[in-house]
């Protein structure tokens, strides 16, 4: 009866439909699915966290509406998390907005600075809320490419002008989903002077900042110039398995961090201030739990590379993130269809994340060691290659 509007009509299909039914029918039958398809930690979280949440959801302080841009205290652990990991100064006052996760805050920000007609540049395979977040302020996307020939990074020269000249905002991501690549110096040199040059804004999604293996992937603020045209996204979802928290915050450029505020004060009333005190355990506390969980997640990663290569199955080993992106044959659909059918192991198929994602599946290691054992036994017995 009522016609959806031409926004809403812009949004693309979730592709995945009838792979998640299967999985679902699976499930209630009660086969044994190893779910390797959604990037949701499958651990606790740690619980300090978890202890000062009690003691905050008791106080009556935090019933209220919580305040525009976070409370002063979280903003300024955030602050010292910059600090203390990366030796960069953010300003608690000006340069930090409080988000509820970092999802909704990549989702409203285009809504500051996209007008009908601009185009956002997004990497492709890819976050798909870049893209949508455009298409909801009616702008336009205009997709970058990333190559497994080129590290995964996208190829700034090979943007036309006319495109540049239209282009508000640029989306990277890195630590990277899906691929689990790191963005090294020098191109994050280049895309800073890129932007200042061009009057594009920077959107750094750092979700997986803390997911990584050998070594600490780099700050974009610690790149000379960045401030000037930068806002970073991050929260504690991956970092402290607090995915169903919803707490995070954008911080950077103080005129894109105050665009953004003014959005979200009239479109949410923040977020619940108990988790904001929860989350300053977090950062500030013992980072222990932190520690444990990267641990967990080379030894899976450790324990699939193996497996993958006795197989003799080609893949880059992720230096973060909990995610591999290995090439297969042909459709990645298909490819995931038959795991599925026959070892009935659950994936996600590269295309969905954008039309460079075809020939790719990618393997969430958000499940047990066991499981992933089991998973490769499973490969083993089915993948013909
Ligand atoms: C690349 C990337 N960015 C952002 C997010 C959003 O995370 P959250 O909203 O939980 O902070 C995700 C979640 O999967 C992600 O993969």
New binding site residues.
């Given amino acids: 009866m009522f016609e959806i509007s031409e926004r809403l009509k812009k949004i693309p299909p979730y592709l995945f439909v009838e792979i998640d039914r299967k999985k679902k029918e699976m499930i209630l039958k009660g086969e044994d699915v190893i779910d390797f398809g959604v990037?949701?930690p499958d651990m606790p979280t740690p619980e300090n966290i978890i202890e000062a949440m009690k003691k905050a959801v008791e106080n009556p302080q935090f019933h209220r509406y919580p305040f525009g841009k976070g409370t002063k205290e979280f903003r300024k652990a955030i602050s010292s998390f910059y600090k203390k990991n990366y030796d960069v100064d953010i300003d608690y006052e000006n340069e930090i907005c409080v988000?509820i996760?970092?999802?909704?805050g990549?989702a409203h920000f285009p809504l500051c600075f996209i007008n009908p007609g601009d185009i956002s540049l997004v990497p492709e395979p890819?976050?798909p809320?870049y893209n949508i977040g455009t298409l909801i302020a009616g702008g336009e996307t205009y997709f970058l490419p990333l190559k497994e020939e080129n590290n995964f990074l996208p190829d700034l020269g090979k943007i036309p002008n006319e495109i540049v000249r239209k282009a508000k905002i640029l989306y990277l991501?890195y630590p990277?989903?899906p691929t689990g690549t790191f963005a090294p110096y020098e191109f994050l040199k280049e895309v800073v002077q890129f932007c200042i040059k061009n009057k594009i804004i920077l959107v750094y999604?750092a979700?997986?900042s803390e997911i990584y293996f050998e070594k600490r992937p780099i700050n974009i603020f610690s790149i000379e110039g960045a401030k000037k045209v930068t806002i970073e996204?991050?929260?504690?979802?991956?970092t402290y398995n607090m995915?169903g928290w919803?707490v995070?915050w954008a911080c950077g450029n103080s005129s894109l961090i105050s665009a953004l505020a003014k959005i979200k004060e009239n479109i949410d009333s923040g977020t619940f201030e108990a988790i904001q005190f929860a989350g300053i355990e977090a950062l500030t506390g013992p980072q222990t739990s932190v520690i444990k969980i990267r641990e967990i997640y080379k030894k899976r990663r450790d324990i699939f590379a193996e497996g993958l290569k006795e197989l003799g199955i080609d893949f880059n080993l992720p230096l973060g993130t909990f995610y591999f992106w290995i090439k297969i044959n042909g459709s990645s659909v298909k490819f995931v269809d038959f795991l599925l059918e026959n070892g009935k192991i659950v994936a996600t198929p590269g295309i969905g994340f954008g039309p460079s994602g075809e020939g790719f599946v990618r393997f969430s290691l958000t499940i047990n060691e066991e499981k992933i054992i089991e998973a490769i036994k499973r490969i083993k017995r089915i993948w013909v290659r």
């Fill in positions: 990037g949701d988000l996760g970092s999802k909704e990549i890819g976050y809320v991501n990277n989903n999604d979700a997986y996204f991050n929260s504690l979802s991956k995915t919803r995070g």
